[in-house]
C-alpha cells in the first residue's frame, strides 16, 4: 500500500480504535507486566503485507538471515498482516488485549501513533536509540513524527512526501518553466487552460487534505498549536485562512472547476493528472507508476511545491511508517536491535530498491537521489523541512469527521467564506482536543 492509502487508512484504524476505546483497555499490559527481556527464542516481527510484497519479503529474509547470524540462539520469525484498515484494527485490538498474542516488533503508520500510545500498547524507546549510530542521520523533521510528550515510540522506516508533477510538454509549448512560486503556479495555470480548454490548469480536490495543508504551512498557519500542555485550534489563525484561501483559489474555471473539484480525493486527481486531463497536480512520490502507466507517460517533469516567495519549498506532509517496540515484547532488546538493522543504511537503501519507499537518513535519501534523478523534487523537499499532523489522538477523530475537507468544500462550493468555513473548522478541532 503506497502513501495515499496509507496514511488514510491509518486514520481509520485509530479512529476506530478510540471510538470504541478497544485499543485501550484496562487489560492491556503495562511495561512492568512485560514477560521479561530475553535474549534469546523467537523473536516475533509484524511488518504490512504490501502490493508488490515479495520483493520486500526478499529484502527482509536477508535482513533476517543476517540477524540470525550475529544472535546465536535467536529465530526471527516475520508475519505480515493485511493493510485493510478493518483486519489490521482488529489485529491490533487483539494484541493490545492479550499481549501472548503479541508481536515484539510492529511496523505502522505514523498517523497511527497517537493511538498507540494512548492505547498503552508501544514501548518508550528513546533510551534505546541514544546508542545508535545513524541516529544524528535521521532527518530531525522526520524524526519527530515518532516522539509523543516528549518520549520516542517508533523508529521511522521510510517516508514519502508530495511534489508538484507538470505537463512537461504543455509547458514546453506554451514557453513556461516549471512553477518556482505560487504566482508562477497560477499563471501556469491560466495560461494552459486557455491554450487547452479541455485541460484543467491543475487538479485540487476539496476532499485532499494532504494537497490543501502545504498551503497552510507556508502561509505560517497550521491545523493546530500547543497552548500549554494542550492542542488549540489554529486553522483560523490569519496565516491559516491565507493559506486556505490560496488553495481553494485553485478551485475555478481555468484551475479546477468546484462542480467537478470539490469531492476530488488525492486518489482522484492522481487519475485525473495520468489520464492527460490536468496540467499540474500535487502528487507523492509513490503516483510515478501509476503515472508512468497512463497517457503523460515521458510528458511530464516534477518539482517541489513552490511557496509564495519565489525559489521557496512549501512544507509537505511527512507521510510514512515507523518500526515499534511493543510495551509488552518478551525479546525488547532484541527487537529494537532488529529494528535498527531495517532502518539502518544498507537496508534502507535495499528497501528503496524494492518497494520505492523514501528512506529517512539523509545520507541514504542523498544516494538514491543521486541514482534516480526523479527523486530529486522529493528529497530536495524533505530538506527544506516537512510537517505533520496534530500528534494526539484527537487527530484520529478530526481526520475521520472529514474537518479539514469539509471547511474546504464550504469554501469552494460558495456556502462559506474562508472566514466562517476555518472558525467552524476550529471549533470542531477544539471540541476534538478537549474531549481526549
Known sequence: MRLIGRSAAAVVLAAGCLAATACAPGTAAPAADRAGDDRTGTLQVWLYNEAGNAAKEAVIAKAVGEFQASHQGVTVRVGYIDTDASARAAKMKGAFNDPNSAPDLVEFGNTDLPGYVAAGGLADIGADLDAWPDKGDLDPAIARTAVVDGRTYGLPWWVGVRALYYRSDLFTEAGLAPPASYADLVAATRSIHAAHPDTFGIAV?????????????????????????????????????????????????????????????????????????????????????????????????????????AGSIAPAFAGGNNLGVMK??????????????????????????????????????ARVAAKDAFLKPFTDTIAAGTRFVP????????????????????????????????GDAAGRITSAFAAH
Not at 329 to 351: D, I, N, S, W
Not at 400 to 419: E, H, N, R, Y
Open 328 to 365: 509488552a515484547a518478551k525479546h525488547h532488546t532484541l527487537a529494537v536491535e532488529f529494528a535498527r538493522l531495517l532502518a539502518g543504511p544498507a537496508y534502507q537503501e535495499q528497501m528503496y530498491d524494492a518497494m520505492g519507499n523514501l528512506p529517512t537518513l539523509r545520507s541514504v535519501s
Open 205 to 309: 480536490g476539496g476532499k485532499y487534505t494532504f494537497g490543501a495543508l502545504p498551503f497552510v504551512w507556508d502561509a505560517g498557519g497550521d491545523i493546530a498549536a500547543k497552548d500549554g500542555t494542550a492542542y488549540k485550534a489554529a486553522i483560523d489563525s490569519p496565516a491559516s485562512q491565507a493559506g486556505i484561501k490560496r488553495y481553494t483559489d485553485l478551485f475555478g474555471a481555468d484551475g479546477c472547476p468546484a462542480q467537478q473539484c470539490a469531492d476530488l480525493t488525492g486518489g482522484k486527481t492522481v487519475d485525473l493528472f495520468a489520464a492527460g486531463k490536468s496540467a499540474m497536480a500535487i502528487l507523492p512520490n509513490s503516483s510515478r507508476s501509476k503515472v508512468d502507466a497512463g497517457a503523460v507517460k515521458g510528458k511530464y517533469g516534477v518539482v517541489p511545491l513552490p511557496g509564495e516567495k
Open 391 to 422: 500528534l494526539d489522538q484527537a487527530w484520529a477523530q478530526i481526520d475521520a469527521q472529514s474537518v479539514i475537507p469539509t471547511m474546504l468544500q464550504q469554501v469552494v462550493t460558495g456556502k462559506a467564506d474562508v472566514a466562517k468555513a476555518s
